[in-house]
């Protein structure tokens, strides 16, 4: 079987999953939101007075996705240059690719460096987040 990974600097799952399982020298991530992993709040959501999800800055989501993925990383035993390859979730993409796009760049200045990614537009995700991103890593021993 293999190992599951519970990464405690990580939000909690929203279901009955791992954050991770390493099978041999490969890191599956389960998917990755931008809960903060204190509050379980969502960077950027902007509510009205009755408690309605009104606007949010992906920019905002962006960041705090790739800091919760990169303690996942962390508590497995891997860094954010092991990532091999990164699928995007963003639910709106002709509002936020471009925002989201610019942060990737920042994390990822070289591309030949960079893990292959694949970005989907959905229509909605489990929570009210924008971003969701799905990661594997290698892993050195």
């Given at each position: ?94 509002r ?27 229509n ?12 594997i ?5």
């Open positions: 079987m293999a190992d599951a990974i519970h990464a405690p600097g990580a939000p909690a799952p929203v279901g009955l999953y791992p954050h991770a399982r390493r099978i041999g020298e490969l890191l599956f991530l389960s998917g990755i939101g931008p809960r903060d992993p204190a509050s379980n709040a969502i960077a950027g959501n902007v509510h009205d007075a009755e408690g309605r999800l009104v606007d949010y800055d992906v920019r905002s989501q962006t960041r705090a996705v790739f800091a919760n993925v990169r303690a996942v990383l962390e508590a497995s035993g891997a860094r954010w240059e092991d990532l091999v390859d990164v699928t995007v979730y963003l639910t709106d993409m002709a936020d690719f471009k925002a989201y796009n610019a942060i990737w760049a920042e994390h990822f200045p070289d591309a030949g460096a960079a893990p292959c990614r694949t970005t989907l537009g959905i909605a995700l489990p929570t009210p987040i924008a971003i969701e991103l799905k990661c890593a290698r892993l050195k021993d």
